[in-house]
């Protein structure tokens, strides 16, 4: 499981993390939903050590992560594969170099069985036959689900999505939705989604929960979310910008 305990960031004078606090169960789907600019991607980073906090810890399998040493850290990061918010593909790189980068750097595998994981995991994600192609030949669509082949590629425990539709119009919003719950039942994965897309968020969560001024104020399934009467919570998954925002309890920690 992951465990965040008290976490704190800020950069400069604007603090983004105020004591966090969140448990993250094996094999959940879990979204963390909150305002555009909150700190949503910054705790996704924290997750996978790309941040260290100020202070507060991270724990992954019962491993700090914030105390690792370099070492420690690169073997737990191969715990997680990663959807970027822009896919981030190599332009100079074909489909199959960019699916096969972490394969041909932290592995010992044959060209042949990377080259058979590949087309693997291009199958997945209903891309096959594009190994040769490049990004520039992909719409935005397609490099999320290129992207997605990647992040799966090393078998992660934890997939990690960054705003997975942002940018992509409803139909395919919703393939890459499918994609995300195939990817949970099928794999049998740990998925971490940050969004706003709150038809993203119902569809692909078991549990949501809402980052708001730093720390986690709600938590509960996509029913509890529609249901509650939080004031900060109700408007944000109802779109609704009109009236005085009313204060939200904190709760400091969940399960």
Do not use: W
């Amino acid at each position: 499981m992951i465990e965040v305990h008290d976490l704190h960031k800020s950069f400069g004078d604007k603090l983004v993390l105020d004591g966090v606090n969140l448990t993250i169960e094996t094999g959940e789907s879990i979204t963390i939903i909150g305002q555009s600019g909150g700190g949503k991607s910054v705790l996704l980073k924290h997750l996978v050590g790309l941040l260290a906090p100020d202070s507060g810890n991270v724990i992954i399998d019962g491993q700090n992560l914030t105390r690792a040493r370099r070492k420690q850290l690169y073997e737990i990061r191969k715990k997680f594969g990663v959807l970027f918010q822009g896919a981030a593909l190599f332009d100079s790189m074909t489909v199959e170099d960019n699916v096969a980068l972490g394969l041909r750097t932290h592995t010992d595998k044959s060209e042949e069985e990377i080259a058979e994981r590949v087309k693997y995991c291009l199958h997945l994600v209903n891309m096959d036959d594009t190994q040769k192609l490049k990004p520039a030949e992909l719409s935005g669509g397609m490099k999320k689900r290129i992207g997605l082949a990647r992040a799966i590629a090393m078998e992660p425990q934890y997939i990690l999505y960054d705003e997975p539709t942002t940018g992509l119009d409803p139909i395919t919003a919703d393939a890459i939705n499918d994609l995300i719950v195939t990817m949970n039942r099928e794999l049998k994965v740990t998925t971490v989604v940050v969004t706003h897309d709150m038809v993203s968020a119902y569809k692909v969560s078991n549990r949501i929960v809402m980052l708001y001024q730093g720390k986690i104020i709600f938590s509960g399934t996509p029913k509890e979310t529609q249901e509650t009467d939080i004031d900060i919570v109700h408007r944000f998954v109802t779109g609704e910008a009109d009236g005085k925002i009313g204060k939200s309890p904190v709760i400091t920690h969940y399960r």
